[in-house]
């Protein structure tokens, strides 16, 4: 379990993590998601001991990071997104990391093969490509055999065949019972990767919900029409409440109505339809939407405003969740 109560990093004037709360509970990945910028490594590092927050407080298994009995064993971390700069073997390079956690040389073995580095793990993994590197600081993350796992940005690097090879490694470890708290900027990634969401902008929570709840609550639903008659059609939707978007033509998106009752307005008034589709806005799209006005470098972000992030657009998750363990 890993828990962040009013969470606060300040650097000079930039406050990278703002009252952050959060619980990570185990025998799920939850993922960590924002928008380039928003303070998720700075709340990892926070996390692990790395940072001394400003204010607020981190803790794993109910503990600072550092008053861990067996810090290694209990939390495997991925942090930096590049290749190991050593002339050891990867081998060598996690032997050399288990002995200094008293860990068996079987373990190596282990890890090795878990993360598909047998092959090359006599080569210098100085040499090693992005994705090489990333598998094998999951190894080193995962030689403690910990119950939890802080990866930052795990699928960077990875080409599409290791990108499903993580998500699929992190959903088996969570279902061992582990806790796995993963973060990204990618939203489809994390949309069928994880199960949880904690979603900041700015530092601030934007969302701690279910990915299910914040799928369905960020995308857009909609009703695509085709119409010869779209005009006369569009009244008859607006005048009963529906928002419409003219897309051309004879073709229509209808907001805040269901698909069926637009056919039955449509048949009450006589007019022919071609297509009535219900469709749901991208996520991606959803996402940047919802972080528009926290993504840190956009420049039509007005810094001075207050962030959106300050309204949660999707509600937080209430104490009962917070309390769930499986
Ligand atoms: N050591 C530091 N000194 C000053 N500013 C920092 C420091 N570390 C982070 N920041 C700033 O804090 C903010 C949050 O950065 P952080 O790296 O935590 O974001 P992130 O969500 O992990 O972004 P990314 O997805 O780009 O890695 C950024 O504006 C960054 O420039």
Do not use: F, N, W
């Given at each position: 379990m890993i828990e962040a109560k009013n969470l606060t990093k300040r650097y000079g004037d930039k406050v990278a993590v703002d009252d952050l709360s959060f619980t990570v509970v185990p025998g799920r990945v939850t993922g960590f998601l924002g928008p380039n910028g928003a303070g998720k490594s700075t709340t990892m590092r926070l996390?692990?001991?790395?940072?001394?927050?400003?204010?607020?407080?981190?803790?794993?298994?109910?503990?600072?990071?550092?008053?861990?009995?067996?810090?290694?064993r209990t939390v495997g971390a991925l942090l930096e997104a590049k290749a190991v700069h050593t002339g050891r073997s990867a081998y060598n390079h996690l032997l050399v990391l288990a002995q200094t956690q008293g860990i068996d040389r079987k373990r190596v073995d282990e890890v090795v093969e878990l993360v598909g580095l047998t092959g090359v793990a006599r080569k210098r993994a100085g040499g090693f490509s992005?994705?090489?590197?990333?598998?094998?600081?999951?190894?080193a993350a995962l030689l403690g055999d910990p119950q939890v796992l802080i990866l930052d940005e795990p699928v960077n690097g990875l080409d599409p065949e290791g990108i499903v090879w993580i998500r699929t490694l992190?959903?088996?470890?969570?279902?061992?019972?582990?806790?796995v708290f993963v973060s990204s900027h990618l939203m489809n990634e994390m949309a069928v990767t994880a199960e949880h969401l904690i979603v900041i902008g700015r530092g601030r929570l934007i969302a701690d919900c279910s990915t299910e709840e914040f799928v369905e609550r960020s995308t857009e639903k909609a009703v695509t029409v085709r119409s010869p008659d779209?005009?006369?059609?569009?009244?008859?939707l607006a005048a009963e409440g529906a928002k419409i978007r003219p897309d051309g033509d004879a073709l229509l998106t209808v907001i805040d109505m269901e698909a069926p009752r637009v056919g039955e307005l449509a048949a009450a008034e006589g007019l022919v339809l071609h297509e009535l589709t219900p469709t749901r806005g991208s996520l991606e799209s959803a996402f940047m939407e919802l972080t528009r006005d926290s993504v840190e470098y956009d420049a039509a972000a007005a810094p001075a405003a207050a962030p959106a992030a300050a309204q949660p657009a999707v509600q937080p998750a209430?104490?009962?969740?917070?309390?769930e363990a499986r």
């Open positions: 996390l692990l001991g790395l940072d001394k927050p400003t204010r607020g407080d981190a803790r794993i298994h109910g503990v600072h990071y550092r008053d861990l009995p067996s810090p290694l992005l994705g090489m590197g990333q598998r094998l600081g999951i190894a992190m959903q088996r470890l969570a279902s061992e019972g582990r806790t779209a005009a006369r059609l569009s009244e008859v209430g104490p009962a969740e917070k309390g």
